[in-house]
């Protein structure tokens, strides 16, 4: 663990979390290698690109977990707020509202379920998987009570150039998109890792009491925190909303586990205080590829669940081992 | 007397670093054997070793007489040696008779027998003289009734061994006595013998027959306690002479810098006043249970109070939260540092920064990390703390340099106030006598020095000032000169008989 400042190298791996990021990243690549001998249509430019745009969402709500669990958290609403930004949106749009109000309403109304789960997390103290769950089911009630229980009409014409910019929009051969999650995860990286609030945010979930006594302010920083899940959930829900061009109900299901699985795949621990949101990245193309290349391998849905769920299970544990191997170094010295 | 245990030419490391080298110790029926030595001299690895946590690298052992291999804590266990740890490792949502019988429940048909146990622990808690009720929650007792569930889990299992690593570090003077006569009983009874680990050398004449000394990963001596004396105990201990234990500086005092004005928190912090002055160091003693550290807590905010008035420079601030007392110049280097003191998973770097964020922060709350690691090595330079560099976890530094970091965080900033509870505790001479020195320093540039400690040589030999806490309140006040042990303990029991009947029962009800 020397941190010597001559040699680049040495730096990058003596920041906290970077070993596992690196041990996932390697996982890709075998992974990645699996399925282009597997297929040929794999490594097609065509299925690249498609591959992308599929990780987009899953890596916008790894983001969006990756920040709640480093606090030491969870946010279980993630996908009920997926669901209700599409359909919220949708709504507006095929009730002729412009795509901008629109916009600017759902990113609000998604901020406000991210208000109240820090409210009820931080300044009530409910355990999180408690109050989120609450919210979960109240936000996809939501999503089903905005269009009376229906899902929406095609949002129409006027929506065109919401479409484009949130899904279809090929800029320098990606799509829009992929770069959203790219510009969304580039700013939430920089708040992460070189800001106060983001410094805050490792501190209350490495140890709330110590955190305290420093004079951070524990109810702001897990609200910001889960401020920051909604919103980038509510983008999540744009893009499925420009993607599929009409507003549905059940949009987003089962999202929030997802996206712990992106976030822990990439060395995010559930118990806070540990993560990189590059591990997040990783994560997230980790659970794409292996959706993707199963797919094309031709293997069934069923064989799919099997294999994500066993690589999911596979890197905690390698994960937990290669933590307690650290642990019984450090106990010589204490 | 016979043999019960016995280890002869241990060797031990850890990953390269030799923590054990030819250790030999033993330990007999009926006596208490009493292994001192520095922090990191190598006693916890030693009993580690003979209870089954670690396994030796070279050496032998044998328990009553026949020579074992590696043991693990279940087998070691079995064969009658039992170890009661420096930490808690108590399960807080059980009840005081599961936790006893934890791993070890006696079932009929696979069903708990809940009464049985709830029984057998109460069985046992009387035979120790401890008063409590077995199905009690252990997160309902206060931390020395924990302490004394831990001591009756240990001999639930018919120890012939009983090892106990610093147990009274949390128990209260009547406490310890009542531990005391236990582990007399216990020694005098069934032929056991008892490894007694304490940093507080004037308890052993209490209760020790025999001094096993280590230095440095080795034994140095072994002798009757009766047939060596103190200065022969710590001269072995330090292996040099110790001239100036409390390197006090004399300044001269200068102006009221802080002032607390009939501060009342909770039932520890009853209308306490007190002055600060530059220039002086204020040293706050007391028992354990006298409100010491609920007042620091109240002055820095953490808990909040429920009256009073706190002052600084002349001026009135009110301090809600500890960032209050931060912003106003007031900070807190509290007792436990693993629990509030720091994120051990945190890099020292971010330990040292967090509570200095809003000065290493730009524009849009960037941290300017050329101005954070300047901070750090500054800090970690003038602090002496020893680190192959600041990313090292802080959760991974010794007890000292965990310590340096904790004060290091407050000394970044400058502060008008820095109050330390139990500064030294668990840290070994050398890093000691640094932290003095730094609170020289504070004190020569004219910050308010002020620090709670249950040793009181230290706070005879470094406070400029003393006062006493007894029961919440603030019962005496000396100087440093004219300050002497009876003194001070006259003062902390001032209120102690009448305490303990009113506290106990109120404990009581509250468990109940």
């Given amino acids: ?334 | 007397m016979e043999l019960l245990a016995e280890m002869l030419h241990v060797d031990k490391s850890f990953f390269g670093v030799k923590v054990l080298e030819d250790v030999s110790f033993d330990v007999r029926a009926g006596e208490v054997v009493a292994l001192l030595g520095e922090n990191g001299a190598g006693k916890s690895t030693l009993v580690k070793i003979l209870s089954g946590v670690y396994a030796r690298d070279a050496g032998t052992m044998k328990i009553f007489g026949s020579p074992v291999g590696d043991l693990t804590p279940r087998q070691a266990q079995d064969l009658g040696i039992a170890i009661i740890h420096q930490e808690l490792n108590l399960c807080s949502h059980l009840t005081v008779a599961e936790n006893i019988f934890l791993g070890r429940e006696t079932t009929k048909g696979g069903i708990l027998s809940k009464r049985e146990m709830s029984a057998a622990a109460g069985g046992i808690l009387s035979s120790l003289n401890i008063d409590m009720d077995p199905d009690m929650i252990v997160g309902d007792l206060s931390v020395s009734m924990q302490q004394l569930v831990e001591i009756a889990k240990a001999l639930s299992t018919d120890a012939r061994v009983l090892i106990m690593d610093e147990p009274t570090s949390a128990l209260t003077a009547k406490e310890i006595d009542d531990l005391f006569v236990i582990i007399r009983k216990l020694r005098d009874e069934g032929g056991r013998g008892v490894v007694y680990i304490s940093h507080r050398l004037d308890e052993l004449k209490h209760i020790a027959d025999r001094v096993s000394i280590m230095r440095d990963g080795r034994f140095i001596k072994s002798a009757g306690f009766a047939d060596i004396t103190m200065d022969e105990i710590i001269a072995n201990m330090v292996g040099r002479e110790i001239k100036e234990k409390f390197p006090r500086v004399r300044c001269a005092r200068g102006k009221k810098i802080f002032e607390v004005k009939n501060l009342s928190a909770g039932d520890m912090v009853k209308d306490v006043s007190f002055e600060l002055y530059e220039g002086e160091a204020v040293g706050i003693a007391g028992l354990m249970g006298a409100g010491r550290t609920e007042l620091t807590r109240a002055i820095f905010g953490v808990d909040g109070h429920d009256s009073g008035q706190i002052f600084l420079d002349g001026r009135e601030i009110a301090i809600k939260h500890p960032s209050d007392a931060i912003a106003s110049g007031i900070v807190l280097a509290p007792e436990d540092r693993k629990k509030d003191g720091l994120c051990v998973r945190l890099s020292v770097r971010e330990n040292i920064a967090l509570p200095n964020l809003d000065s290493l922060c730009g524009g849009m709350g960037m941290v300017n990390r050329k101005k954070e690691d300047d901070m750090v090595g500054e800090t970690t330079k003038n602090l002496a703390i020893k680190l192959s560099g600041p990313e090292i976890n802080a959760g991974s530094l010794s007890g000292g340099n965990q310590q340096k970091v904790v004060v290091g965080k407050w000394l970044a900033r400058n502060s008008r106030v820095v109050i330390f509870d139990e500064p030294t505790r668990g840290i070994d001479v050398a890093a000691k006598v640094e932290i003095y020195n730094l609170m020289n320093e504070l004190k020569k540039n004219g910050i308010g020095v002020m620090f709670v400690s249950s040793e009181m040589p230290e706070i005879i030999g470094f406070a400029d000032r003393i006062l006493v806490m007894c029961d919440g309140r603030i019962t005496g006040e000396f100087s440093g000169k004219e300050a002497t042990q009876g003194k001070i303990l006259e003062k902390a029991t001032r209120f102690e008989t009448k305490k303990l009947g009113s506290h106990d029962g109120a404990e009581r009800e509250e468990a109940v």
């Fill in chain 1, 1 to 334: 663990m020397n941190t010597e400042k001559r040699n680049v190298g040495g730096r990058i791996l003596a920041i906290r979390g970077m070993p596992q990021v690196i041990t996932v990243t390697i996982g890709l690549l075998i992974i990645f290698a699996v399925f282009s001998m597997l297929s040929d249509n794999f490594l097609s430019v065509r299925n690249l690109r498609n591959l992308m745009r599929q990780a987009a969402p899953i890596l916008i709500i790894g983001i969006a977990q990756s920040f709640v669990l480093i606090t030491g958290n969870i946010d279980l609403s993630i996908g009920s707020v997926v669901g209700m930004s599409c359909m919220i949106s949708a709504t507006l749009m095929t009730k002729g509202v412009s795509p901008a109000n629109a916009v600017g309403i759902t990113v609000l109304s998604c901020l406000i379920v991210g208000s109240i789960n820090g409210l009820l997390v931080a300044k009530c103290s409910l355990p999180p998987f408690i109050a989120t769950l609450g919210t979960m089911t109240i936000a996809r009630g939501i999503a089903q009570i905005v269009n009376n229980n229906h899902n929406t009409d095609s949002i129409g014409e006027g929506a065109r150039v919401f479409r484009r910019l949130f899904y279809y929009e090929d800029i320098g051969g990606v799509y829009s998109s992929v770069w959203i999650a790219v510009i969304l995860w580039f700013i939430f990286n920089f708040i992460l890792s070189n800001t106060r609030t983001g410094r805050h945010i490792y501190a209350v979930g490495s140890n709330i009491d110590a955190a305290r006594m420093s004079g951070v302010n524990i109810n702001y920083t897990v609200t910001a925190a889960y401020l920051v899940s909604a919103f980038c959930s509510c983008v999540a829900g744009l893009i499925t909303c420009a993607a599929g061009g009409v507003g549905t109900m059940d949009a987003g299901n089962t999202y929030e586990l997802y996206a712990v699985a992106a976030s822990v795949i990439g060395g995010v621990s559930t118990l806070g205080g540990q993560g990189l949101l590059l591990g997040t990245v990783v994560g997230a193309l980790i659970w794409s590829v292996l959706q993707n290349g199963l797919v094309m391998a031709g293997a069934p849905v069923a064989i799919r669940n099997i294999a994500v769920g066993i690589i999911v299970v596979i890197s905690v544990l390698l994960d937990i081992v290669v933590r307690s191997g650290k642990r019984i170094r450090h106990k010589k010295t204490s």
